[in-house]
């Protein structure tokens, strides 16, 4: 079963590059430090596990907020919106 | 699990294990798309792509689909299989070879794909009254095909009862400024065939992607023959599903007026094509359907997409007798 994921972090300078290469192979770039995203349980382990490896546990944090479907909440966005990526249709 | 629909031109390459998109325009943003939950891609525009990209693809065990200009199928870049066993391949093959186990199985793809047929006119039974004959014929020649003992009569049945439904078809969808009469391939004469020769298209290479994930081997199929295509199973499947997703989006489409005649179609000569806009709108229509969830049983909720894997998995069960293949009916 897949479940959406709205992923927002706050670690220190010199693991941001790392965190954003990792998390944008399972799910989609947003803006900065925050990525959403379908993933499927076992790609959210492989994903917890790879993040893991890489931060610190005294300085990084790493919020994962879980859904069922993108249908349970809505999204407002004010002003430019960084990434047209609607319905996977790329235009 | 997504298709990725791609009408951007531009240049495509691997980079941090993502399929990162570098548009022609360069007013436009680069992207970086994961592939980790992505089931197929589907390319229409002008793309540039070298082999790094393709060992990607066929790691992540994504094919990728391409179109021409018009929307029609080019080919396929078809990774390496990676979940066939021998076991259920020797299974399909004795089904096919054993004209007997074979007929089962068409009979049962013809009895689910009728009967969807047949579900998508009732609806608008009350709206035309002229259905109802169709309608029954249709109900007639359906109990015809328990008894038919070769293929080719149960696919001429088949046929038949389709040849029905789009005169059904055509009924409900001579409305704004459309019409329809039968149907027409290479080039389709008009806008309705070019509809359902794009979705036909779009649906038959979904559920190629489907069955690239299971350990089905996509070129043996019975109700089709499998002689003369490279991949022929996928044709099978889709019969049940065409009328529910395609024909059920060109309905909506048609009388929600948002596919429009003027706009969204490219003349050709002798015949019709759909446009860019028309393309995407069709398309937008078919995902919104494909993701919508049905209830199977008590509390399983399934969305249009699994059910085509869950019906691969159903003809596994049937291939190695475990239990009798029921089609999908809506």
């Known amino acids: ?91 | 699990m997504d298709t990725i629909y791609i009408f951007l031109d531009g240049e495509l390459k691997r980079k941090d294990n993502t399929l990162y998109i570098e548009p022609k325009d360069n007013n436009k943003n680069s992207l970086h798309i994961p592939l980790k939950n992505v089931s197929s891609l589907m390319f229409f525009s002008e793309v540039t792509l070298n082999k790094r990209l393709l060992h990607f693809f066929a790691k992540e065990e994504i094919p990728a689909y391409f179109y021409d200009y018009y929307g029609n199928y080019i080919g396929a870049f078809y990774p390496r299989e990676m979940n066939k066993i021998g076991l259920t391949m020797i299974k399909q093959y004795e089904n096919y070879i054993n004209k007997e186990k074979r007929l089962i199985i068409a009979k049962k793809f013809v009895e689910g794909s009728s009967e969807n047929m047949i579900k998508v006119l009732e609806n608008y039974k009350k709206q035309y009254i002229e259905l109802e004959k169709i309608i029954n014929l249709m109900k007639s020649l359906q109990n015809t095909v328990d008894s038919q003992n070769n293929i080719n009569a149960v696919m001429s049945i088949e046929g038949n009862i389709r040849k029905n439904y789009y005169n059904g078809l055509g009924i409900i969808l001579n409305k704004n400024n459309f019409s329809f009469e039968q149907r027409t391939k290479k080039p389709p004469k008009d806008e309705i065939n070019a509809m359902i020769s794009f979705g036909n298209v779009i649906l038959y290479n979904i559920t190629l992607a489907e069955i690239y994930q299971t350990s089905l081997d996509p070129r043996i199929s019975f109700l089709h023959e499998p002689n003369m295509r490279k991949f022929s199973l996928n044709l099978d499947i889709s019969e049940i599903f065409k009328p529910i997703i395609i024909d059920r989006s060109i309905i909506t489409l048609v009388n929600k007026n948002i596919i429009k005649k003027d706009e969204d179609f490219t003349p050709v000569n002798e015949g019709v094509y759909l446009s860019k806009t028309g393309q995407i709108k069709l398309i937008e229509e078919i995902e919104k359907r494909l993701e919508t969830k049905i209830t199977l049983y008590k509390d399983q909720k399934m969305s249009y997409k699994n059910l085509i894997r869950y019906e691969c998995y159903k003809l596994i069960k049937h291939l190695k007798d475990e239990e009798v293949y029921k089609p999908y009916k809506l």
């Not at chain 1, 947003?30 to 076992?42: A, C």
């Not at chain 1, 890489?54 to 907020?65: A, G, L, Q, T, V």
């Open chain 1, 1 to 91: 079963m897949s479940m959406y994921l709205i992923s927002v972090y706050d670690v220190n300078e010199e693991r941001v590059a790392k965190i954003h290469k990792i998390m944008k192979k399972y799910l989609i770039w947003q803006q900065n430090s925050t990525f959403e995203g379908y993933i499927t349980q076992g790609n959210f382990k492989k994903l917890k596990r790879d993040l893991y490896k890489i931060i610190n546990k005294e300085e990084d944090n790493i919020i994962f907020y879980i859904f069922n479907s993108k249908e349970n909440f809505i999204r407002l966005d004010f002003g430019v919106v960084k990434t047209k990526f609607e319905g996977l249709i790329i235009k």
